[in-house]
């Protein structure tokens, strides 16, 4: 193995917590409602969002493993999508603790607008689970399955209310 291997896999790593860090954010600034839904989820009940995250987990896991060990070609993108719907709801988790977490950074008396502190609560998540070994096997399996069931609860049918969604101009406001 050769420095440039290794600092391949660095560069790697980074760029995957980068993208991962920039995810997050973006999940909580666009689905803001389901956020708070899943924010409200992991304060008010945190070892029922880990249970049922560790049941989803398992289940869409084994099922992205078996299918995707098929040889047909349409087999393969549903297990890809089931991947992808773990990754997404772990992302929509991670934006409700990355929010929980902001709100926290205000709380200690900094004076930060509200997306300087989502932001930096963002890259602490992150950083958090870069952190060799606890990081690595602790902290980022365990939010992750908080994260996920913490989705599933913002996701029921049962808990959808329609919310109006308000235009905001593009460029100033719109003279009629």
Do not use: Y
Request: proline content about 5%.
């Amino acid at each position: 193995m050769t420095i440039g291997d290794i600092l391949a896999v660095i560069a790697a790593v980074l760029a995957t917590a980068g993208a991962w860090g920039a995810l997050v954010l973006m999940v909580g600034l666009l689905c803001p409602a389901r956020t708070e839904r899943a924010r409200a989820a992991i304060v008010e009940r945190p070892g029922r969002c880990f249970a049922q995250g560790l049941g989803v987990a398992v289940v869409l896991g084994v099922l992205g493993i078996i299918v995707g060990q098929s040889a047909a070609g349409p087999l393969k993108i549903i297990a890809g999508a089931l991947w992808g719907s773990l990754a997404l709801m772990a992302a929509l988790g991670g934006a409700a603790i990355a929010q929980i977490a902001g709100e926290r950074i205000g709380n200690v008396g900094s004076h930060m607008a509200p997306f300087a502190q989502r932001t930096r609560a963002v890259a602490l998540f992150v950083g958090a689970g870069l952190t060799p070994i606890v990081g690595w096997f602790v902290v980022t399996p365990v939010a992750a399955l908080i994260g996920i069931g913490a989705a599933v609860s913002a996701l029921k049918a049962q808990d959808r209310v329609s919310e109006p969604v308000a235009a905001t101009p593009v460029f100033g406001e719109i003279v009629r």
